[in-house]
């Protein structure tokens, strides 16, 4: 029985790992949104074209 139980608990680890591996990658990914939404915001319109805009304005909605 304490094998099983050793196993299912290097399952479960092998689960949390995987599950904090993918909430990091979320929230690495929502800071560099953010952290480009505020530089888009700071730079001047004359440097953005259209595509830039609309592209930004999506990523910061």
Known sequence: M???DKGVGRLVDADMNEVSTRLLALQTQEQL???RCRLQTRTPRTFR???DRWHYAAACA
């Open 33 to 35: 949104a953010y952290s």
């Open 2 to 4: 304490a094998t099983i």
């Open 49 to 51: 074209s259209s595509s």
